[in-house]
């Protein structure tokens, strides 16, 4: 199977450890339809910017990498509902607006980590597609690029994204969108082409015609907007502050010029790339229109209302009798494909001790696993294919109790804990019946990090264990005695 990768988003960052190695050059310079966008230029108008209030709602269908999609990995299903918020936030300009066709298919596959050949991503988009919406493949590493536009035999296939290349509120996802709504690069005819920037452009690069920096000639050369700057730049570079190219380069006519950082599409490096010019978005929205009448809607499918999830209980700082377990519980948030509630010790949620995925049909949550008498702080996740910016609750906090009497309380092993969560020292106190015993602390991960044993001691004794070299974490302490063995949880917190 042949496939023309077209826009190999290609980095040459030596600089940055996250792109590791090279990535390969662009090997087509062709963006998707371009005989029909340069038609489309030649119509554009010069003066006025024509835009349409009516806001364009496009689906698109994530098939994404397990191994990136986990909680530990690059994206992460929280990630995820961040990037399209981020995704949103910079197609608002362009009104228009992306939401998830369906919850995103997870590649369960180790074949789909790392895309090596043509072959393999043939086999990828031939095992997943989407017609309904634009699909998206997010995998740890595609051909060493960092995302391109597949175009195969006439047919836009979708975007590839490599999430090796991801950055927080990063541009490439905005920018590969772009390449399949027709758009080609700022710097099209320069793609993967080495040249001495320092050097008077030619008038022709390949079979591209160079824009000069008078604008004279800008329907018919570079990118065919009149309205974005020439841009001659085929590798990653950082913009100054003012989003203008680190040096400036020379036109055919010896004019010099700096290209423009701020433009999505073209090469400059996160976080300067936040802008479409007018031009480009008039003609994102007619390709649109012209290839996908069907794709968009007018309207989202199911309108939702975009505010935070409303919880219910436990109700704010209040004390939650553990003999009972806690119950979460919260309202409906329509288009939820999951909810997650993370509970921590700390007030700024920084160390999450205990993540609770539940189904959409559930609005409520009963878990046993809290420690008694200490306070906790929660919040509640939608995991949601119409709402992405506003998918977390605020935080909110109980405390936990045991009710019983004091005479059971004494009776009770959980009362040998005396500081929890912990920060240096574990201190623990017993009564002289329950020696001999041993001290076992299990890691998150099961493994024995700590294993004493104590001898005969007479009267109340209190015993400490340093945790100062321990990570901060949920853990098991395990107190073993003749008479039983109990276990308990423990969180040591930087
Ligand atoms: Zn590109």
Not at 284 to 296: G, H, K, N, Q, V
């Amino acid at each position: 199977m042949h496939l023309r990768v077209l826009f190999l988003l290609f980095a040459f960052l030596l600089s940055h450890k996250t792109y590791g190695q090279l990535l390969k050059p662009c090997s087509t310079v062709n963006s998707v339809h371009n005989e029909w966008v340069t038609r489309f230029q030649q119509r554009l108008p010069n003066d006025d910017f024509l835009r349409s209030s009516l806001t364009l709602y496009f689906p698109i269908k994530i098939f994404i990498s397990g191994k990136v999609h986990s909680q530990s990995g690059t994206i992460s299903p929280e990630k995820l509902m961040d990037e399209i918020c981020h995704l949103n936030h910079l197609y608002k300009q362009a009104n228009i607006s992306f939401y998830l066709e369906s919850p995103p298919t997870v590649l369960s596959s180790a074949n789909y980590e790392s895309i090596e050949t043509e072959f393999e991503l043939g086999q990828l988009l031939q095992s997943y597609k989407s017609t309904n919406a634009i699909p998206v493949y997010v995998v740890e590493n595609a051909l060493d690029a960092c995302g391109f536009n597949v175009f195969h035999q006439g047919v836009n296939k979708g975007i590839v994204l490599s999430s090796e290349c991801y950055k927080v509120k990063g541009a490439l996802f905005a920018h590969e969108i772009g390449h399949f709504l027709g758009l080609p690069h700022t710097f099209q005819g320069w793609e993967g082409i080495a040249f001495d920037y320092t050097l008077k452009a030619p008038e022709h690069w390949e079979n591209v015609k160079v824009e000069r920096a008078d604008g004279s000639n800008c329907r018919s050369a570079g990118d065919g907007f009149c309205d974005t700057a020439p841009d001659y730049l085929n590798l990653r570079w950082s913009c100054s502050d003012s989003s203008k190219s680190p040096i400036p380069l020379l036109d055919p006519m010896g004019k010099s010029f700096y290209s423009d950082g701020s433009l999505i599409m073209g090469y400059a490096l996160d976080p300067c790339p936040n802008r479409f010019s007018k031009e480009q978005i008039m003609t994102m929205r007619a390709y649109a229109d012209e290839f996908y009448p069907t794709l968009f809607k007018g309207d989202l499918p199911l309108r939702i209302n975009q505010t935070l999830p409303i919880v219910n209980t436990p109700i704010e700082n209040t004390q939650v009798n553990l003999s009972n377990g806690v119950t979460f519980s919260w309202e409906k948030v329509p288009g939820t494909y999951k909810y997650i509630i993370e509970v921590s010790p700390m007030p700024n949620m920084a160390l999450i001790t205990s993540r609770f995925e539940i189904a959409p049909d559930s609005l409520s949550y009963m878990t046993k696993q809290l420690i008694t008498g200490r306070k906790y702080y929660w919040r509640l996740r939608s995991l949601n294919i119409y709402s992405f910016c506003s998918s977390v609750s605020k935080i909110y906090s109980f405390s936990t109790v045991l009710a019983t009497s004091n005479v059971d309380l004494s009776a009770n092993d959980n009362s040998i804990i005396i500081n929890n969560p912990i920060s240096e020292e574990l201190s623990l106190k017993f009564s002289s019946e329950k020696f001999p015993l041993q001290l076992i602390l299990l890691n998150n991960s099961g493994q024995t990090i700590f294993q004493k044993n104590y001898t005969q001691s007479v009267g109340q004794t209190n015993l400490s264990i340093s945790v100062s070299a321990f990570p901060p974490g949920q853990y098991t302490l395990t107190v073993r005695s003749a008479q039983k063995t109990q276990s308990h949880s423990v969180v040591i917190i930087p």
